[in-house]
């Protein structure tokens, strides 16, 4: 099985490395483009992926279940071949979308019952279910099914979920070990990472982690921050929890997050990210730079001949004004918010191309600190 992670360098605690897997290797520290449901939000597609530098594309596991359903994707070849994408995809288990659900949801040891935010029909969702959706999708790496419980919930709560997102753990491995021995499987070299859970509670967090990191996976998750939590408390949660996880493997924060967010969690040995920040911003015209966050629907760049950001070659940057592209924005021209999307997502990537020779040449901390400063407090 291809899937070796290389630790080339550290830098304090922050870790530049290679993931190698089936389908290519992953330079670290890493952003995630999030293709919800096999495709970025605001008409980009996989040749815009690799135009702007992606490197690994997140689908999730519940939103191609739903529609247009994980038996019709695997009899089109896989997620990678439906969507026309030859890189590496990851598949989040669809645990946060059913927990998110709350109203809709019902949890048993055996899994959860839930009604589809589409058409409301019933569906049941256990580490099993998951497992084979995703087996279905052949995803390059296939995240554990877990229960997300609010940052701030009960600790009595949080202990049984956690409890709970072990066992189901256990069952997820299991299963996607079976799967992966079938002749017919999509992707049988697929990964399985397990995701840390516990609120803010430090103990159980850490508690949970070290029981995780003794199953030996392919990488781990960091799981349920950036729901609700102040970006100290999530801080802090990754200085309890990322030293009780392999500093052989991957370590993926989820859906995180700002790039002061980002900044701050490289610097304490987080390897992946994903967040829907870069995309959803921009469909609503909000674009990131070194200096800050520009809202574009701004008056004062009605007449602005300049790019987005001087300097930057994004596809927006390189050929249209802030000028032209409010005007889009105001029309409702959809050509206005892919160029947003495409800015902000290379944004991202470049971010990312940047951290990685920040702790190459061994200049992580001065190089956070120049960001931090330049972005000022608009970071989110």
């Not at 519940?62 to 089109?76: C, F, T």
């Not at 979920?161 to 017919?184: A, F, G, K, Q």
């Not at 944004?347 to 330049?374: P, Q, S, V, W």
């Amino acid at each position: 099985m291809a899937n070796k992670y290389t630790l080339l360098k550290k830098d304090g605690l922050a870790k530049r490395a290679e993931f190698e897997t089936v389908h290519g290797t992953v330079q670290t520290p890493v952003f995630m483009n999030v293709g919800t449901a096999a495709a970025i939000k605001g008409a980009v597609d996989t040749d815009d992926l690799k135009n702007i530098g992606c490197q690994i594309q997140l689908s999730n596991t519940y939103h191609l279940h739903v529609r247009p359903g994980d038996e019709l994707v695997r009899k089109m070849g896989g997620v990678r071949k439906f969507m026309n994408w030859d890189g590496p995809v990851l598949t989040d288990s669809g645990g946060f979308q059913v927990f998110s659900l709350a109203s809709l949801r019902k949890i048993k040891e055996e899994g959860v019952t839930f009604n589809s935010h589409v058409d409301g029909r019933k569906i049941f969702m256990g580490p099993e279910e998951s497992m084979q959706i995703q087996s279905n999708l052949g995803s390059t790496i296939a995240m554990a099914f877990d229960e997300c419980p609010p940052a701030l919930a009960e600790r009595k709560y949080v202990k049984a979920s956690v409890d709970r997102t072990y066992r189901w753990l256990l069952r997820c491995r299991d299963e996607l070990d079976r799967l992966n021995l079938l002749e017919d499987t999509v992707n049988r070299d697929q990964l399985l990472f397990g995701i840390n859970q516990g609120a803010i509670y430090e103990d159980i967090r850490t508690e949970h982690a070290d029981m995780i990191s003794e199953l030996d996976l392919p990488g781990y998750a960091i799981g349920g921050l950036a729901v609700g939590e102040s970006h100290e408390q999530m801080y802090a949660v990754l200085d309890a929890v990322v030293p009780h996880l392999p500093e052989n493997k991957p370590v993926y924060l989820m859906g995180v997050g700002t790039p002061a967010n980002i900044l701050e969690a490289v610097d304490r040995g987080v390897d992946f990210f994903d967040c829907v920040y870069p995309s959803r911003n921009g469909r609503h015209g909000h674009v990131y730079t070194k200096y800050g966050k520009l809202n574009l629907f701004n008056q004062k760049f009605e007449t602005d001949d300049k790019p987005i950001e001087d300097g930057c070659q994004c596809p927006a940057c390189s050929r249209h004004s802030r000028a032209y592209i409010r005007h889009l924005l105001k029309a409702k021209e959809m050509l206005g918010m892919r160029l947003c999307v495409l800015h902000n997502l290379w944004f991202y990537n470049h971010l990312m191309a940047d951290i990685r020779c920040a702790i190459d040449e061994g200049r992580y901390k001065e190089f956070k600190k120049e960001c931090l400063e330049a972005y000022g407090t608009d970071t989110k």
